[in-house]
């Protein structure tokens, strides 16, 4: 038995050995289709008709979830890479996300407290922030001022805008209830809301000390973080709301009496 690699013969003494003719021998060559490559065609018609089925959202898949739909959901045994190129090879990509820019309001602080939110008594660091929830009617906001070593909301205010004025009466309210206490940090992020005239002027004007995380970084008020995380889990994904007022109202209660 020869060991010789059968690229190195000829076309015509191949086609004399077997009884073929040069130009069928060509003719096949090029119309042949290897099961490899009829396998990439079968995986890439189901791709295919997923990504243009209707009310799915298949068109978004990059090869990680579509090799995962196509083990898992149609029982094909394939490689991820496999699907990568088959993808690759057609132009189809999955959605990517936006990238998104902050643009920093001039009117800012410096940030004060570095992530240390552990204080030894009341009235030393106070935290703002905004949340917002859908209800049938529209979205509800709501800003709170939390202070630091109790974690209890001081002050709070409900609105159907997000404006400046929600995060001052949120302000207010805490001075209120906080009545006389000067020098605490009023720790917040960039929003505008909170870099506006009308609430730096009233920190100033409280005898409060502004503060401000780093741009786009969620850790440096991580505690308002953990606040807002706790409402969503126990009130906000608890139901559907129907209207603002009851989202409102049911707001009003966890913050109050939860």
């Known amino acids: 038995m020869t060991t010789e690699n059968p690229k190195r013969f000829k076309v015509a003494t191949v086609s004399r050995l077997l009884g073929v003719s040069r130009s069928g021998y060509y003719t ?32 978004t898949y990059g090869s990680p979830r579509m090799h995962a739909e196509l083990r898992m959901g149609h029982g094909f045994r394939i490689g991820r ?13 999955g959605a990517v996300k ?7 309001n001039p009117a800012t602080s410096e940030d004060k407290v570095n992530r240390n939110f552990h204080v030894p008594g009341p009235n030393r660091l106070w935290l703002g922030d905004i949340t917002e929830h859908h209800t049938a009617e529209g979205k509800v906001y709501c800003a709170v ?12 205010s409900i609105g159907s805008r997000m404006t400046a004025d ?26 505008s809301q909170y870099t506006s005239w009308a609430f730096t002027s ?10 401000m995380g780093s741009v786009g970084d969620c850790y440096d008020n991580a505690m308002m973080e953990s606040f807002w995380s706790g409402m969503q889990i126990e009130l906000l994904d608890s139901q559907p709301w129907a209207t ?15």
Request: overall charge positive.
């Open 166 to 191: 929600l995060v001052v009466d949120a302000l207010q309210m805490a001075r209120w209830r906080r009545f006389g206490v000067r020098g605490a940090i009023m720790h917040s992020d960039h929003g």
């Open 202 to 211: 009233r920190v100033h004007e409280a005898g409060l000390i502004a503060s």
């Open 98 to 104: 936006r990238k998104f820019r902050f643009r920093a």
């Open 28 to 59: 096949w060559a090029k119309h042949h289709v290897s099961a490899r490559k009829a396998r990439d065609e079968e995986i890439a018609a189901v791709i295919g008709r997923l990504r243009s089925e209707k009310g799915a959202f298949f068109h």
């Open 145 to 156: 001022v939390l202070d630091a070593y109790s974690r209890l909301a001081i002050g709070w």
């Open 81 to 93: 890479k496999r699907v990568e190129r088959i993808m690759r090879e057609r132009g189809w990509a």
């Open 244 to 258: 603002r007022r009851q989202l409102g109202t049911a707001m009003f209660s966890w913050i109050e009496a939860w």
